[in-house]
Structure formats: structure tokens, C-alpha cells
């Protein structure tokens, strides 16, 4: 499936967030994730789990139906789950074959996000995750908050290509948090197997218009810009803005916020999709939720329109390849790398 290889989808052996922590409580959350139904909810004792949303009876959404107690009850014909996937109760019969189970999920609360893992459970290793210090989470003086969710009906690689690919800055956010310098500035990049990073150092350049009206300062800033991308669907990403060098000011910090942004396929058409940031104080934290609404708007249009034109493809024609788009293809590869692998251990 495009951008990879034909029959490929996502890598399943990784752990995605399913939701943010503050979403999952007393009542079933339903979300699709690698093509399958998912219901999050808390058992009694504030334990989060996740199970398999499809009641294999007669494929009624679980996550329509209701909880009994730390279960859920098929809202269909009253057939039963518990938390680990086992089915406890079925109206019509006494017997109970070991067969009648869903699948249930290995779920880790950390930080912000609940990170489910769909794939082989038995390869479920926490410390493939993302650590909270790598990640720049509960720096001091910075204060982390979930700012938004969205469903997105675009395939869940145009929002990683769009956040590996941060020339669009100056373009489809030119009236906000972009400028030119976003483009027309080198970028660094390093690699290792577990994520990818990517840097641009711009000095002495103008301030983008929404944080010339935050801070109230028109004259030139040395800005830091970058990603780092943990697969297979977290981004890091750092924003860093000093007065210009060249100022009788110059290096004092008018903001270094870290943003996240989580990527998660939902069906083969559309994605998952939470924001949050961390900044050094609550007033700077709803001014900025205020102002990124229309930037998130953005680029969840750029992928749906883009969607919506590669849909109707039965094979989409091959993309014009810029110098710049060498961090979002080394994205791309890790990925297609990935379910390479998981492909192979199947043999």
C-alpha cells in the first residue's frame, strides 16, 4: 500500500498510542488501530486494558455494548468478556469451549499516552519504548499537557511524511508558525534503530508571525527546529527560540517548548492522530492551544485532501523527489524495514 511495498500496511511488533491516559476511564473507548477494533477501559482497581472491539459471535461492536463490572457484555446476545479476553458468560448455554476468547492487548501507561502493542504479545518489550527523559517529558519547569485528538481520514504515513518534512513550514503554515528559513535551511540528521532525529539551526532569522505576536519581540532569533521520530509512530519534536546572536540581547531564551505528536493507523484510509506540549507556564500553554488549533487544522486538511486524490488511484504515479525529502523516505524505509522483518519471521 502506498508509500510502501504492495501488501504492505504498518508494522504490528511496536508499540503505538492508543489514547491519550486522561481519555481511558469507567466507560468503553472504542478506536480503530491497525485495522481492528479496539475498546479501552479501566477495570474497578484503575488498571487500563485494552481488548479486541469485535464480538466473534456475530461481529457486534464491543465497544457499543456495556461494562459487568471488570467485563464487557456483548450488547448483541449477551455473550461476555473479561479484561483478559476470556469469555465468562454466554446466555444460552452452561458450557464454555477455551475458543470463545478476543484478543487482549498489552497496554503501558507512561507520560501522557497509553501505548498499546497489537502484535506478537510475546515480543511486547517496554524498553523498546520511548523513555520520558529522551523525549524531553517533565523537563524542569516545564509543565506537559495533552492538547488534541483528531481522526484523520487520510492513511496514517502522509502524517508521518508531514512531520519528517518540516519545509512545509513556510507554506502551509506561512501565516502562523512557519517561514521561509524552514526550507531553505540545511538540514542534520542521525539514524539508529530505534529512531530517527533531524535538525535545522537557523540563525539570525525573522520570527515567525504567530510567536512575533506572542512574545512581542519583531527583531531577529536564532531558531532551533527538529524531529526525532521513534517507530513506528512517535514524534519529538523541539522548538527553540533565542534572541538573535547579533542583539545587545542576544541568547536569552523567549521559548523552548517540546511538542509530541503520536501517528497511529487506525484503518488502511485514515489515522489516529494526538498532539501535546510542554511549555513553562499555564498562560503559555492555553496561548498556545489557542493558536495551534488552526496549524493542526492544517495538516490534518493537507492529509485528507491528499487522501482523497491517491484513493481513487490503482497505482499512484511516482512522486517528484526533492533533496529535502531525504528524512521522510529514511522514515519510510524504517518502516517498510520493519514489516520486512515481521514478513520474514512468518516464514
Keep these: 500500500m502506498y508509500p510502501f511495498k504492495p501488501g504492505s500496511f504498518a ?6 498510542v492508543a489514547a491519550f491516559v486522561e481519555e481511558i476511564g469507567e466507560t468503553l473507548l472504542s478506536r480503530w488501530i491497525l485495522n481492528q477494533p479496539v475498546v479501552l477501559y479501566r477495570k474497578a482497581d484503575g488498571t487500563a486494558v485494552a481488548v479486541n472491539g469485535r464480538c466473534p459471535h456475530r461481529h457486534y461492536p464491543l465497544g457499543a455494548s456495556k461494562r459487568v463490572g471488570d467485563a ?3 450488547g448483541y446476545h449477551g455473550i461476555t468478556f473479561g479484561a483478559d479476553g476470556k469469555c465468562t458468560f454466554v446466555p444460552s448455554q452452561l ?7 478476543i484478543p487482549a492487548y498489552p497496554l503501558v501507561e507512561r507520560g501522557l499516552w497509553a501505548w498499546i ?9 517496554e524498553t523498546l519504548l520511548p523513555t520520558l527523559e529522551e523525549i524531553g517529558y517533565g523537563l524542569p519547569g516545564q509543565i ?3 492538547f488534541y485528538y483528531r481522526h484523520v481520514n487520510g492513511r496514517y504515513q502522509l502524517l508521518n511524511d508531514n512531520l519528517l518534512d518540516l519545509t512545509h513550514l513556510g507554506y502551509l503554515h506561512g501565516t ?7 526550507a531553505e535551511t540545511p538540514e542534520t540528521r542521525d539514524l539508529d534503530e530505534r529512531r530517527l532525529s533531524s535538525r535545522r539551526h537557523m540563525n539570525d532569522t525573522s520570527m515567525p508571525p504567530s510567536y512575533r505576536a506572542l512574545f512581542d519581540y519583531q527583531g531577529p532569533v536564532d531558531r532551533v527546529s527538529g524531529m526525532d521520530f521513534y517507530f513506528p509512530g512517535f514524534h519529538a519534536g523541539i522548538a527553540e527560540f533565542r534572541i538573535a546572536a547579533s542583539q545587545p540581547s542576544g541568547g536569552d531564551v523567549l521559548s523552548a517548548n517540546r ?3 503520536a501517528v497511529t493507523p487506525a484503518t488502511r484510509a485514515s489515522a489516529n492522530y494526538f498532539f501535546a506540549m510542554s511549555s513553562h507556564s499555564r498562560k503559555a500553554l492555553a496561548s498556545a492551544r489557542e493558536n495551534l488549533v488552526s496549524v493542526i ?14 484513493s481513487t488511484l490503482d497505482d499512484v504515479p511516482p512522486e517528484l523527489m526533492l533533496k529535502s525529502d531525504q528524512t521522510a523516505v529514511m522514515g519510510r524505509r524504517a518502516l517498510q524495514a520493519m514489516m520486512d522483518r515481521e514478513l520474514a519471521a512468518q516464514d
Aim: glycine share 8%; with cysteine; net charge negative.
Design 297 to 310: 487544522d492544517e495538516d490534518v486538511f493537507a492529509t485528507e485532501e491528499i487522501e482523497k486524490i491517491i
Design 11 to 16: 508494522p504490528r511488533n511496536g508499540w503505538y
Design 95 to 101: 458450557t464454555i469451549p477455551g475458543v470463545y476468547t
Design 117 to 125: 502493542w497489537m502484535g506478537d504479545p510475546d515480543k511486547a518489550d
Design 176 to 182: 502562523s508558525i512557519g517561514t521561509q528559513a524552514d
Design 72 to 74: 464487557i457484555q456483548c
Design 144 to 146: 506537559p499537557e495533552a
Design 259 to 261: 511538542v509530541w505528536h
